[in-house]
């Protein structure tokens, strides 16, 4: 057959080049002279998953970059920048940085970024260049492993354009600097933080400051609260909503209601089942959730029934969830204990809509008959019972031994 | 979004005539799709036979069959059925009907086959010949050297 893909016009070409890493598209400069420049135009710099494994081949890289720049030079400007470089050897920060910056502050300079996604997996922390944070076209940010100082900090914060920002392993110096950065994106609509760190631990968050600070265009939240109790205030608006709960967490404590949020994920539950009951009071939409005992930040701990100590009292109200959306009710790593069946029963008892419960247990597999003989407020209810016997070395969510049942409706 | 399309109100239908003749009763707002034959309609208003001169009937008709049922999880299947030939025709024929996500879903389906393949392979797949002179593409390789480190041997 002949060489049709030549006879696409440059934009379409382009536009498969745009789903390869760079290196590839690259490269393609040489499969004729039809495709010789073709790469050029593409607004798509990926280099992800890049593996450097010694000195000599992390100068080629650099020497890669530096030659794609330059030779992009005229060409449309960049709005993709992803760089996700893995280290086989220990490759000291001060190393890489200076290059780096160099780098992003070239792409930053033609304008029209729009997605940024960076990450080096170098001994000692990379510092954040701070113009990425002054760039009104950012449309995505995500990092991962930086540290972010800059004296010059709260003047330059300025991302009018980002609605989605992801930050892993993030160290900066004040809680207050990551607040500051947040009200630097007023139309964030996805936020995902997971192990922020900050220098100074003795600094708390002055509640008269942010009392009445929100993200109101926030849609979406995946927050890790384990060292860095998240002011709950910010995310009151979001429709979904992942979270770890922290060990120290107060109940109480100033948590919003969320009046639009309908899907959440918990994790870390550690059998703090009335934690549950302050969910329900504060989500009076919520349709679906999804607990697990378990999680990154759990005690890792074999129970048994002498840690059984929760003394579950039904709340003598129904919270309007319960009666009205509530369809979907997922609880994991369950063990057996006396507040996961009564909450799982409370649960089943006031659910007026709920069609689907499913437990995983890591305990007892007999809980499934006791369960299953609980009172359902909801004729439709299917309850569905996975076992998996629990490995502590194994971090990995899928089993090799799920027992799989099905109850199905009763009425 | 498949629901909405069946219940659009308009239910003129049209007929699409393919390169080898095959003939193609579709819903008006299943034709809009094709931004070619949407400028066709909006040229002649009366036209109840669009001829469709680069395209086989066996294209268009994977092609209706994929505006009608677009959505993700049909996006992530339709790619898997196709070989590298029909990829490229469908690539073609979504380029002439101006159908964007179509053209989308198909950029990305011929870039994940291409995905870490050395560039003989790419040549091969694609057959394009090689028109380079050997000091030009000696030239190319020395001054992208990182970019031909470490290639699937294909």
Redesign the interface.
Known sequence: MMDMISTLPDDILCHVLSFLKTKQAVATSILSKRWKHLWLSVPVLDFSRTRVTDQEANFRFHDFVYSVLLSRDSAPPVKFFRLYVMYNYTQHVNLIMPSVSKWINFVLQRGGLEYLDLYMDTSGWPTLPINILSCTTLVALKLCFFRVVDHRFSSVLLLPSLKTLHLHLIRFAKRQDFMFLLAACPNLEDLLISALLFDDEEDSLSCNEWKNFSLSNLTKANVDSYYFQFPMKVLHNVQSLSMCIAKAHCFNDAIPTFHNLTCMHLESLNNRCHFIVEVFKHCPKLQELYVDEDGMNSDYQPWTKKDDKENWVDPNFVPQCLSLHLRVFCFSSVFGLQGELQLARYILKNARVLQTMRISTIGEPEIKDLLSSFPRASSSCKLTFVYLPRDYSSESDSSLDANETSIGSDA | MAEEKSQASSSKMLTLKASDGVLFEVELNIAKEMKTVQAYIDDCEDIETIPIPNVLGKHLAIVIEYIKKTNEEYDAEFEKQWNM?DL??L??AA?YLNISGL??CL??A???R???KS?EY??KV???????SPEE?AK??K???????G?DKD
Do not use: G, S
């Open positions: 030939d490229q025709l690539l073609l380029n053209q989308e950029c990305k011929i870039a994940k291409i995905e870490n560039p790419v040549r694609f057959n394009i010949e090689n028109d380079h593409e190319l390789r001054e992208y050297k990182w970019a031909f480190e290639v």
